[in-house]
């Protein structure tokens, strides 16, 4: 069984207590194309959930032997939300704290204790035969303890969930194909390979490729580099607007993802020319929250306990209120990512990064975007960003501000955002 049935019954909900970080680090052991040995690693069955679960489990992989894996590709670290303390003002800088944020926290976060390896792989027989898929590893309780024993089943109920209806499958969603448990307690989560660069990797390897012609000494060509920038505008929108209609379908059935970032969105393309053949997928559901009405009333369980302490404090009470908040917190993160692909694939690799981002929009301008956008149009290293933010007459700052909007209830959902006239492209 995968996932023991105890632990998975007491998932009713999950959500927030973390959030993912990717260490990006990569190996070559494990050997390509080691076979699973049914004896050693005996299949398990899955216990789905709900009944609704159940009619999608039932076409799950979940006999180990149907698998074949391959070489270790990375792993992801989790950092866990502690405590909760005011906002302080930061980078150096003279401005001006206004009274009313005091009611804003942000979070104080420590490095969790469970730690994912990812794997190549592919299906070994059945239907599906042949079929490339990214193994996520969950450890045992004995390394992991019952966190990561949680985390996977919540990942697996989520998946379930989603794709309950074969014929309305998000494409902007990672599938699910199956799963199994080994001897030593370890979960094992088949994905789909759609694709191993994650939106984190994309804007790395933009900025860093930004960095080493300008260290090169190259002049851009004015012609080549509007081009450039050109082909980029068009493959962040595309990006951001793909991962915003994954989190409109989640939000639609019922589900929060509460662990969005630069790193929890795959790609299925880093080349900016292929732009029009990209499709964007949400991962990383193991922070996954239930919002159905019948699962917000009674105690949170441990991974959901940071979400709703901070609805508490923001004054929603109510199962209503609880899932507004919840949905505005996914929006807020969404935000964070948009600022992130404005900003990071523009610049200079060292330039910016997300927690440098996130200080300087939360801490130094208290999410005052205007203030934040005559600060960053004075240094030239951000340029790019503003530009690309200036488009449509602002339209980019627009949204940007309404998603990282202070009061939870003044931000917009996300088919709202989807529908945003800065992601139809027009501008470009």
């Given at each position: 069984m995968l996932v023991g049935g105890a632990v998975a019954d007491c998932l009713t909900k999950c959500g927030s207590s973390f959030v993912t970080r990717s260490s990006s680090s990569s190996s070559s052991f494990c050997g390509i194309g080691l076979r699973l040995d049914l004896n050693s690693?005996?299949?398990r069955r899955i216990r789905p959930r709900r009944a609704v679960i159940g009619l999608c489990v039932?076409?799950?992989?979940t006999n180990s032997d149907s698998f074949?894996?391959?070489r270790l590709i990375g792993s992801y670290g989790f950092m866990n939300v502690t405590s909760y303390s005011g906002l302080q003002s930061g980078m150096g800088m003279d401005y001006a704290v206004s009274e009313d944020i005091g009611s804003f926290k942000v979070q104080d976060i420590g490095e969790g204790s469970v730690k994912i390896r990812l794997y190549e792989g592919r299906v070994a027989q059945g239907p599906l035969r042949g079929t490339r898929v990214i193994f996520k590893v969950y450890p045992g309780q004995q390394v992991g303890g019952i966190e990561a024993d949680m985390m996977a089943a919540n990942e697996?109920?989520?998946?379930?969930s989603l794709q309950s209806s074969p014929k309305d499958v998000c494409p902007h969603i990672q599938a699910?194909?199956?799963?199994?448990?080994t001897k030593t307690g370890e979960q094992w989560l088949a994905f789909r390979d759609n694709g191993k660069y994650s939106a984190a990797d994309y804007a790395k390897i933009t900025s860093e490729k930004m960095a080493k012609v300008i260290a090169g000494g190259r002049l851009w060509n004015p012609f080549e580099l509007d081009q450039t920038i050109k082909c980029r505008r068009y493959f962040v929108i595309r990006l951001l607007h793909g991962a915003m209609r994954g989190l409109s379908y989640m939000h639609d059935n019922d589900r929060l993802h509460q662990s969005l970032g630069p790193a929890s969105v795959v790609l299925s393309t880093v080349v900016e020319k292929d732009a029009p053949y990209l499709v964007p997928q949400l991962r990383d559901l193991a922070f996954s929250v239930d919002i159905r009405y019948s699962q917000l009333e009674g105690r949170?369980?441990?991974?959901?306990?940071?979400?709703?302490?901070r609805a508490s404090v923001a004054g929603a009470s109510s199962p209503l209120e609880k899932r507004a908040f919840g949905i505005a917190d996914d929006?807020?993160?969404?935000?964070?990512?948009?600022?992130?692909?404005?900003?990071?694939?523009?610049?200079?690799?060292?330039v910016m990064d997300s927690i440098s981002l996130r200080r300087l929009l939360e801490n130094t301008f208290q999410l005052d975007l205007q203030a934040a956008r005559e600060y960053c149009s004075a240094d030239d290293r951000l340029l790019e960003a503003v530009k690309f933010l200036d488009l449509g007459d602002g339209a980019g700052w627009e949204l940007l501000q309404a998603m990282l909007n202070r009061d939870y209830r003044g931000r917009p959902i996300a088919e709202a955002v989807v529908n945003h006239r800065f992601l139809s492209g027009t501008f470009l």
């Open positions: 690693n005996p299949p039932a076409s799950l992989i074949e894996v391959g697996l109920n989520a998946h379930a699910l194909l199956g799963g199994f448990e949170p369980n441990i991974l959901s306990e940071g979400l709703w302490r929006i807020y993160e969404a935000g964070l990512l948009f600022a992130y692909l404005a900003f990071v694939p523009f610049c200079q690799a060292g």
